[in-house]
């Protein structure tokens, strides 16, 4: 499969890496334990998809099982992508973890201190929509309660 030049910048490791972090980050600022992997790997997948992003809320206040109704080409759009994706997310959680930017415990991961700025900042508006919602998704998607549950609801396997 040929992919664009944008595609290629979006999927590169590195910028999955940052993706996984983000949703580390913004588990951590929520919940004070450690992000289970599959909210990083999921924040990150749909944190990649414009239609899933555009319609994600302001806030992590908002009821995620309301939301889903709402919106409920999310869980199309997770069914049809979230493979695809996920082969392109795998890379970049290796680099953040060889990289020892985030680190793996019994019950999930952490960041390490320091080890990615807290701000988002740098890039183009794309790059910087994408961080803020894996940020938030990393918030939000383990606020429903199970994680299997959530999964599901987003039509992907726990």
Known sequence: MELSRE???LYNPAFTALLCIRAVQGHAKAHETPCPLPVAVTASIMALQPAI???LPATAGT???GWLEANQHVRIEMSRNAT???AVVRPGLLLALQSRAV???TTGLMLKPRAVTQTIGEGTQQTRAIQQAALLLGRWLPSTGSLGTVLTLLGVQP
């Open 84 to 86: 695809a994706l996920a």
């Open 103 to 105: 680190y793996c415990t």
């Open 63 to 65: 009821g995620l099982m």
């Open 53 to 55: 992003r555009n319609a």
């Open 7 to 9: 595609e290629r910048a």
